[in-house]
C-alpha cells in the first residue's frame, strides 16, 4: 500500500547531540517530500522540501534532509540539537499519482530532548 | 503577513450541534484544504478545494462539509458532531503551478471536544 512511515514514535536526544529522525515513504514515483514540526500548541512550520535536484537538501533552524531513491528515504538530521528542537516532526509527501495534489503526511515522530 | 486565520481556536460542544470553523488565507491561494489530527495517527485530510466551487473528499469525509464560496475562505462544517469528531483540526492553504502542489501553509489548530 502506498505510505509515508515514521517508524519512531518517540526519539530522546541529549541536548547538543546529533540527531537523525527516519521517514520512508511507498510510492512508485519519486514524490515531493517535505518535512514540518509542530511545537506545543502551534500550527506546522514548513522546515524543507525537496522536489528534484541536488539530494542533500537545506532547511530553517539548522535541519538538513537528504533523500536516498534507492532506500526510499528522506531522512531529517541535525548535528546538534538545542532544547527547543523539542516538538513533533511529520514527514510528509505530494505522490505523483495525485497530480501532485495531495499533501500525505506519516504518523508523526515526537522529540524530547534532555539536559 | 501572510497566514492562514482560523477560528476558534478552542471550541467544546455537545452532541448533535451543529458547529463551523473557519478558515481564511490572505496570500491567494488556490488550494485549501483541512485535517484533522490523532494521536498515533498523524494528520489525515478530510476535504481539500482546488479552487473556489470545487471541493472534493479526502481520506476521512464522513461528518464533515464544506464549502469554498470566496478564494480566501474554506469553513469546515459539522452539521451533527459526535463524539469521535473530538480532534484537532488544521486548515491549510497551497499555491498550485501547473497542478503541482507546492508547500502548505497551517493554521494554530482548531481543538474541538464534543461531549
Known amino acids: 500500500a502506498q505510505s509515508v512511515t515514521q517508524p519512531d514514535i518517540h526519539i530522546t536526544v541529549s541536548e547538543g547531540a546529533s540527531l537523525e529522525l527516519r521517514c520512508n515513504y511507498s510510492y512508485g514515483a519519486t514524490p515531493y517530500l517535505f518535512w514540518y514540526v509542530q511545537s506545543p500548541g502551534q500550527g506546522l512550520q514548513l522546515l524543507l522540501k525537496?522536489?528534484?535536484?541536488?539530494?542533500l537538501v537545506q532547511g530553517i533552524k539548522g535541519f538538513e534532509a537528504e533523500f536516498k531513491r534507492s532506500q526510499s528515504s528522506f531522512n531529517l538530521r541535525k548535528p546538534s540539537v538545542h532544547w527547543s528542537d523539542a516538538a513533533e516532526y511529520f514527514c510528509?509527501?505530494?505522490?505523483?499519482?495525485?497530480?501532485?495534489?495531495?499533501?500525505?503526511f506519516g504518523t508523526g515522530t515526537r522529540l524530547l530532548v534532555s539536559p | 503577513e501572510a497566514q492562514v486565520t482560523q477560528n476558534p481556536r478552542y471550541l467544546i460542544t455537545v452532541t448533535g450541534k451543529k458547529l463551523t470553523v473557519t478558515c481564511s488565507q490572505n496570500m491567494n491561494h488556490e488550494y485549501m484544504s483541512w485535517y484533522r489530527q490523532d494521536p498515533g495517527l498523524g494528520l489525515r485530510q478530510i476535504y481539500y478545494s482546488m479552487n473556489v466551487e470545487v471541493t472534493d473528499k479526502g481520506d476521512v469525509p464522513e461528518g464533515y462539509k464544506v464549502s469554498r464560496k470566496e478564494k480566501r475562505n474554506f469553513p469546515l462544517i459539522l452539521e451533527s458532531p459526535s463524539p469521535n469528531q473530538t480532534s484537532l483540526y488544521f486548515c491549510?492553504?497551497?499555491?498550485?503551478?501547473?497542478?503541482?502542489?507546492?508547500?502548505?501553509?497551517f493554521g494554530q489548530g482548531t481543538r474541538l471536544t464534543v461531549v
Open positions: 525537496y522536489f528534484s535536484g541536488d539530494t
Open positions: 510528509a509527501v505530494v505522490p505523483m499519482n495525485t497530480g501532485f495534489q495531495k499533501l500525505v
Open positions: 491549510a492553504s497551497s499555491l498550485v503551478t501547473g497542478k503541482r502542489n507546492t508547500e502548505a501553509f
